[in-house]
């Protein structure tokens, strides 16, 4: 498409402007800069308050979505004629206690410094008291690896301590190396993640729940694990209680090894036994009681969606999709000086390309064939319940969904050679990727750190979970241009120690956002190559969503 120098200024709500060409084109790569900018800096504005759900901020950020979606030319993505679709809540801020009995001796416990526990029941109030604690591993049931943690033990009403990550379990061939073959060897599965820990803990009848953090296994500090004491979210719902187990907790790995020890245990011992599938639940001789009173307020928060429809009228009712959260933490009354969570890379960063992606799909001529829809859920930083709730009551089918672009803290450190794909290898979008990112001299690469579990842990995830394929964007420069070669890496670091889910995520003077217009461009085409394409993206053969999209198809 061709591109203006002209540009005129349209100002969004709280005067913030956007460079748009005064003929409707996108402008000039330095304007193009500019007006990513402007969306960051109005979404991570102190007047957004963080963006929490139910809160003003919310309101402010859906304001202006919305009025971006029109200045765009996106018509409303709902059947009703708005923007949003309304996403009943049940928000909660839990009061806990809690102590071990163990060795005949009670060891007490600091909140949040030792643990933070939750209580997701909706409910006033929960106990759990004297609750037998059991180590099951890993805590994983996994038949097509052979796997099972729990081998048919009784477990209803145990307390069930369990280690984040998955079991790593040794080559045979090389006893220093992971076995590819189980678990994916090094990357992460959802086996992994800790939702899943707590849904298994709650399938086996448990009263609690409990998963040791540890940073390395985890991919994160325990500084993200206590800012999951705060204010959550659930889906409103009249069964929360049998989704649920009464309490789902976190402690650190100091006071895990030191319950172990009062029991007469050893934890790095029964750590490495749990790697094995000869691992059975070990008893801890020891008993869990704890309460946590609920704070509970009722939220109607919102996904905001827009809709570009394609040019073919047999084809027009098919969707490509595009996803980026809107919502992040808030503000921490309890914090001195800085009390809000601007969340600029998480994820203002990634409203703002899919936003300057929509502007340039709006331009092109001719329009894809096929629709797109432009989706911003809420609630990512609480089990994903936005895009949860999408997929479960689906504004348009997902059959004819043909995928998900997922952007979730984009690269704003420069120009690169390479761009990561997380999951890479999972479905024939990769193709379509490389081919566009080839057009641009750059190649597709996998996700560098593939033990985090990057895929499982964002927006997308909800719609593969249903058979959308998906593609996923986290940090996605590599190899940045006239950089040393560990310069991504120390750029990524950077920000996960010193600003993720920290008030420190804020607009910063050393942004180079050259690599973020290049990505825009990139997945830009990218969505208009499968809009336009002659089939439907397929997972490929050995990923776990590829039975569930075959499934959905043949209905």
Not at 184 to 207: C, D, H, L
Request: hydrophobic share 40%; net charge negative.
């Amino acid at each position: 498409m061709r591109t203006s120098t002209s540009v005129v200024l349209v100002g969004g709500i709280m005067g913030c402007a956007v460079m748009v060409s005064a003929c409707g084109q996108v402008a000039a790569p330095g304007a193009r800069e500019a007006a990513i900018v402007a969306h960051v800096k109005a979404l991570a504005s102190d007047e957004m308050e963080g963006r929490l759900p139910g809160t003003p901020g919310e309101e402010r950020t859906v304001r202006y979505l919305e009025a971006q979606c029109k200045r765009i030319g996106l018509v409303p993505g709902t059947h009703g004629g708005t923007y949003v679709q309304q996403v009943p809540l049940i928000g909660f801020i839990g009061a806990p206690k809690a102590f071990f009995t163990a060795g005949g001796q009670r060891i007490d416990l600091s909140y949040p410094d030792d643990y933070i526990a939750v209580s997701r029941r909706g409910q006033d109030h929960v106990a759990v008291t004297d609750s037998d604690m059991v180590f099951v591993g890993y805590g994983v049931v996994a038949p097509e690896f052979s796997w099972d943690d729990y081998k048919g033990v009784d477990l209803a009403g145990k307390t069930l301590v369990m280690l984040v990550g998955d079991p790593p379990v040794p080559d045979p061939k090389s006893p220093s190396a992971l076995d590819v073959a189980t678990f994916k060897g090094p990357a992460m599965t959802y086996y992994g993640r800790w939702p899943y820990k707590f849904e298994i803990g709650n399938v086996q009848r448990a009263a609690a729940v409990i998963i040791v953090h540890e940073t390395g296994p985890a991919g994160y500090g325990y500084d993200v694990v206590r800012n999951m004491g705060r204010e959550n979210f659930n889906v409103e719902s009249a069964d929360l209680d049998r989704r649920h187990a009464a309490i789902d907790a976190w402690i650190t790995l100091d006071r895990a090894k030191q319950l172990f020890a009062r029991g007469g245990l050893d934890f790095d011992a029964l750590k490495a036994q749990a790697a094995t599938r000869a691992f059975r639940p070990v008893p801890l001789k020891a008993t869990f009681t704890a309460s946590v009173r609920n704070t509970i307020r009722r939220v109607r928060t919102q996904n905001v969606i827009g809709r570009l429809e394609g040019r073919d009228p047999a084809l027009r009712a098919e969707h490509v999709m595009y996803s980026a959260h809107w919502d992040h933490f808030g503000r921490d009354l309890s914090l001195t000086g800085d009390q809000i969570f601007n969340g600029a890379l998480d994820n203002a960063s990634g409203m703002a390309e899919m936003l300057a992606i929509a502007e340039r799909l709006v331009a092109m001529s001719p329009r894809p064939k096929r629709s797109f829809l432009f989706l911003s859920p809420t609630t990512e930083e609480s089990a994903m319940l936005g895009a949860k709730y999408y997929a479960q009551h689906p504004l348009w089918p997902l059959e004819t969904t043909l995928a998900d672009i997922n952007m979730d803290i984009m690269n704003f450190w420069g120009r690169t050679r390479a761009i990561v794909s997380v999951g890479h290898g999972m479905t024939t979008l990769d193709e379509i990727l490389a081919a566009e990112a080839a057009h641009q001299g750059r190649v597709v690469l996998p996700d560098p750190e593939p033990e985090k579990g990057y895929f499982y842990r964002s927006d997308h995830f909800e719609l593969a979970k249903l058979g959308v394929p998906a593609l996923h964007f986290l940090h996605p420069g590599a190899e940045y241009r006239d950089r040393p070669a560990d310069y991504g890496q120390r750029m990524r670091d950077r920000y996960t120690t010193n600003d993720y889910h920290k008030v420190t995520d804020e607009v910063k003077t050393d942004w180079d956002l050259s690599g973020a217009v290049e990505d825009v461009d990139l997945l830009t085409a990218v969505g208009a190559a499968v809009a336009n394409g002659a089939s439907y993206p397929a997972w490929k053969p050995g990923t776990e969503f590829k039975a569930i999209r075959e499934r959905g198809r043949d209905k």
